[in-house]
């Protein structure tokens, strides 16, 4: 069954340093990997996605996430932090089991941004 | 522009009343899902469908019902509202393809 871990519940960083979220998944199929952004009282959207082809993926805001198949991890990271980019994010792994999609989320990483 | 709305945005209700949530969709989206969102649990799925008529239990629906008459809407009753059940909810949906969802702005709700 696919599975997904978010290493870090919490995540601080400083304005202008490196963003890097840890999102580990199992799954028995080639992979179809997400992360999702939620603001404070939205709901989720979409920051980027993986689904064949080029293993480094770029999104919105400057995030970006490589797909490593050997370690079976999907990370994403930010070269510079933005006050903005305070959030919590998930990780998402599909689950396409009988034909149809399901996606099985992360617990979550919540962004802090200090200046 | 499509979009997925969800109503009330915020409902305060009393132990053992039938609260019903609604979800609407523009997408002409098949799939639509239901997940509630609690501090330390992440998002749990509740219930999923797969079309018209197709209505599936996820790994917290107890407690939860829906139906899926038409390909737009996909309303979540609580039959009978514990404080157990006190939470934000989230709808959404997605094609065929790989999976991808679209999330409204979810429904907070509490039960007293």
């Known amino acids: 069954a696919q599975s997904v871990t978010q290493l870090g519940s919490h995540v601080s960083v400083s304005e202008g340093a490196l963003v890097l979220l840890r999102c580990n998944y199992s799954s028995s199929v080639p992979p179809y990997l997400f992360w999702y952004v939620q603001y404070p009282n939205q709901g989720l959207q979409l920051l980027l996605k993986?689904?064949?082809?080029?293993?480094l993926v770029k999104g919105i805001n400057g995030f970006e996430a490589e797909f490593k198949k050997s370690e079976t991890s999907f990370h994403l990271t930010k070269p510079s932090a933005h006050m903005s980019d305070a959030a919590e994010y998930f990780c998402?792994?599909?689950?396409?089991?009988?034909?149809?999609?399901?996606?099985?989320f992360g617990a979550g990483t919540r962004l802090a941004v200090h200046p | 522009d499509a979009e997925i709305t969800q109503s009330p945005r915020h409902k305060i209700t009393e132990t053992g009343r039938q609260v019903t949530l609604a979800c609407h969709q523009t997408w002409n989206h098949n799939n639509m899902f239901w997940y509630r969102q609690d501090l330390g649990h992440g998002l749990r799925l509740i219930h999923y469908?797969?079309?018209?008529?197709?209505?599936n239990k996820g790994e917290v629906s107890d407690g939860y019902s829906v139906s899926r008459s038409n390909t737009e809407d996909l309303p979540l009753t609580l039959e009978s509202a514990a404080s157990s059940q006190t939470s934000v909810y989230f709808c959404a949906s997605s094609g065929t393809g790989v999976g991808e969802q679209f999330f409204g702005p979810g429904t907070r709700l509490t039960v007293l």
């Open positions: 469908s797969y079309g018209v008529q197709d209505t």
């Open positions: 998402a792994v599909s689950d396409r089991s009988g034909g149809y999609n399901k996606l099985i």
């Open positions: 993986y689904t064949t082809g080029a293993t």
